[in-house]
């Protein structure tokens, strides 16, 4: 297993690197003269020549490379080319949001989803199951931010007992412990605030994770039709286990290997999906910080997203992978 | 093909699948005839006027009508034609370039292949939507160049389906036997070996086509896609947000057009697995 482990994060590598380098080929790819971008149109000859050499554009291309590696190896991401913060901070401050609300729509869609995918397993062909895996295939080819613009609808604008948008309330100003509201209102016990936060939650994480959710419930399912027709089933049957044990003891243990792995690799989509969730109710997130580079142009903003969430992304997957080896008795024992 | 297409009729949803794809060509090819309005044309006096059915909805608008009064059936109709065209040339992109990438990587094998999926690893490696963002954010926001983002996002897993499939094929008997025989390479590729591993290649298209329409829809929902006054389905969503209290109708209709291409596609995309691939739908 061992082997396996390092031959794992070995691969990492490349990947990584590949990543690096073509989100450093972002600026150059682009038309345009970056240095022009930022002064407009009108600047003179001479202010751009500087602006190239302060951004170091004169310099050979494998050097601007190893300078903007070295940078980001010091945790030195940029500025923004709009507000002007160091991009790490503003990262920072927004990742909490998009975390927390990540988090919410994967307790969401993993609880719902294997509940689903196992009342369907066992009471299979009956009317739940025919409407559970019809929801679950019409969750597949949602839009997600259709799916948020009809909650709103229906909840925030009809009903009108779940908010439409934000984090929380104006009303309530909470400190910033954690960045994680939840948590944070927890600690100053605000629970007034923490109820506001979690109201404001609720749409967005159901929107965010419909799709899991729906992914969860399919391979649940079918993971544990395989599994209900294994020797040790009819065994455990046989020795006179009730059907709960069967169920919950002996099938839905091996059942859910299948489904951690798929659980796990989707966190790290989830990040990718929050981008278009993030729009529609106005999450304070990375997601809409993204957004909104790209409608400004604002390439060190783009540049740094795009490197962290694939970085985010790609270590939740080798997690992931890890975590599998460790638990999958196949590979270990290699 | 009697076959098949009695195996195909035993699966229910595909068979719905196919008839919302049918309905879906119609809707485009006979867009002129069928749509009441041109898509473009604003009547700023008849704006936002609720559907036919509801109190204020008049005979002529038959979904009401959206901010600048273009009539929402027609634009709806007119963007089946987008929607189609975008998965078709999207799906055409990827499908070109994976082919050759998974082909180059199956056949030649050793250092080749290596270098060809290691690409694909890492542009796997980053979340599709993302990926299609930046290169938007690249090319600047436009149909075509999110048909070109959405092309090249989908290359990877084409790559991955063909080498997979070809790979599983050349080590079979007939194939052996062509080569004997004096094939050239090319022969043995296109004639051979690709017929016979064109089933996965041929579901992966129709699932693809299905996110291709999906992902079109969530760039030109940000704005980074088709633009105003293109009706198109995701902008049409994007235009409706700041009309969520007093318009819900422009929300409704182009997300229900989205979500049935989607589905119609993904159920065709599993009645063709079922049939041609059953071994795919057990993994």
Redesign the interface.
């Known amino acids: 297993m061992f082997s396996y482990i390092i031959k794992r994060l070995i ?1 990492t590598i ?2 990584l690197f ?2 690096t380098l ?2 450093f080929s ?1 600026v150059h ?3 345009g003269d970056p240095a022009v971008a930022i002064l407009g149109d009108k600047a003179n000859a001479q202010s751009v020549k500087e602006l190239r050499a302060q951004m170091g554009l004169d310099k050979p291309l494998y050097t601007q490379y190893y300078i903007y590696m070295s940078n980001i190896a010091k945790g030195d991401f940029g500025r923004s080319a709009t507000s002007y913060e160091p991009v790490l901070e503003e990262f920072m401050d927004r990742f909490p949001a998009t975390l927390e609300l990540a988090s919410l729509a994967m307790i969401f869609a993993t609880i719902i989803g294997v509940l689903a995918g196992i009342i369907s397993a066992i009471k299979r062909y009956s009317i739940f199951d025919y409407t559970s895996m019809f929801v679950a ?2 969750g ?7 799916l948020g ?2 909650l ?2 229906f909840f925030s ?1 009809k009903l009108g007992i779940l908010p ?1 948008s934000g984090r929380l309330g104006y009303e309530f100003d909470i400190e910033h412990i954690t960045g994680f509201y939840l948590i944070d209102s927890l600690l100053v016990k605000d629970y007034e605030a923490f109820w506001d936060t979690l109201k404001h939650l609720v749409l967005p994480a159901v929107a965010l994770g419909t799709i899991p959710m729906a992914i969860i419930a399919r391979m649940t399912r079918s993971s544990m039709i395989e599994v209900m027709k294994e020797e040790y089933i009819k065994t455990a049957r046989a020795k006179g286990c009730s059907r709960f044990q069967v169920v919950v003891i002996h099938a839905l243990r091996n059942a859910l290997m299948p489904v951690v792995t798929i659980i796990g690799l989707m966190f ?2 989830l ?3 929050s ?2 969730t993030e ?2 109710f106005s999450w304070p997130g990375i997601g809409k910080w ?2 909104n580079a ?2 400004q ?1 604002d390439f060190p903003v ?1 540049q740094s997203a ?1 490197l962290i ?2 970085t985010v ?2 270590a939740i ?1 080798l997690i992931v992978d890890l975590l599998y080896a460790v638990i999958n008795p196949k590979i270990r024992l290699s | 093909m009697r076959e098949f297409i009695r195996q195909y009729k035993k699966n229910k ?1 595909a068979v719905f699948g196919v008839c919302i794809v049918i309905i879906l060509l119609i809707m485009a090819i006979f867009a002129p005839f069928i749509a009441s309005h041109l898509p473009a044309d604003q009547n700023l006096p008849n704006r936002l006027i609720p559907p036919m059915w509801e109190e204020g909805g008049v005979s002529a608008h038959l979904l009401g009508t959206d901010d600048f009064g273009r009539d929402l059936f027609s634009r709806i109709i007119h963007g089946a034609r987008i929607s189609l065209m975008v998965g078709a040339v999207s799906v055409g992109l990827s499908l070109t370039f994976g082919l050759v990438m998974g082909l180059t990587a199956a056949f030649y094998g050793g250092k080749v292949d290596l270098f060809i999926m ?2 694909v ?2 542009m796997l ?6 990926l299609a ?2 290169i ?6 436009s149909l075509i160049n999110a048909m070109i983002a959405i092309g090249i996002v989908g290359i990877p897993i084409y790559a991955r389906v063909v080498r997979a499939s070809v790979l599983t094929e050349r080590e079979k008997e007939y194939v052996i036997a062509s080569r004997i025989n004096g094939s050239s390479n090319m022969r043995l590729i296109f004639k051979v070996i690709l017929p016979n591993a064109a089933s996965p290649i041929i579901v992966q298209s129709t699932m693809g086509f ?1 996110s291709a329409v ?1 992902e079109s ?2 760039l030109s ?4 896609g088709a633009q105003p006054p293109t009706p198109e389905w ?1 902008s049409m ?1 994007s235009d ?2 700041q009309f ?2 007093t318009a ?1 109708w422009m ?2 209709y ?2 229900l057009a ?2 049935f291409t ?2 119609g596609f ?2 065709m995309g599993d009645g063709l697995m079922d049939v041609l691939d059953p071994k795919l739908k057990d993994k």
């Open positions: 691969w490349p990947t590949g990543v073509m989100v972002m790819l682009s038309p295939l019409a597949v080819s949602m839009p997600v931010f259709w613009l009809v709103i609808y604008v439409v790290g989509s990040f990718a999906g981008i278009l729009t529609t993204l957004v790209v409608y142009r783009i795009t969430i694939a992304f790609i997957n | 949803s290691r690409i690893d890492i490696a980053i979340p599709a939507i993302l963002i930046v938007v954010s690249i090319l600047g926001p299905a999906l829809a969530g929902f940000l704005g980074l995701g969503l409706s947000l969520i209290m819900p929300i409704f182009p997300g989205i979500f989607v589905l993904n159920l």
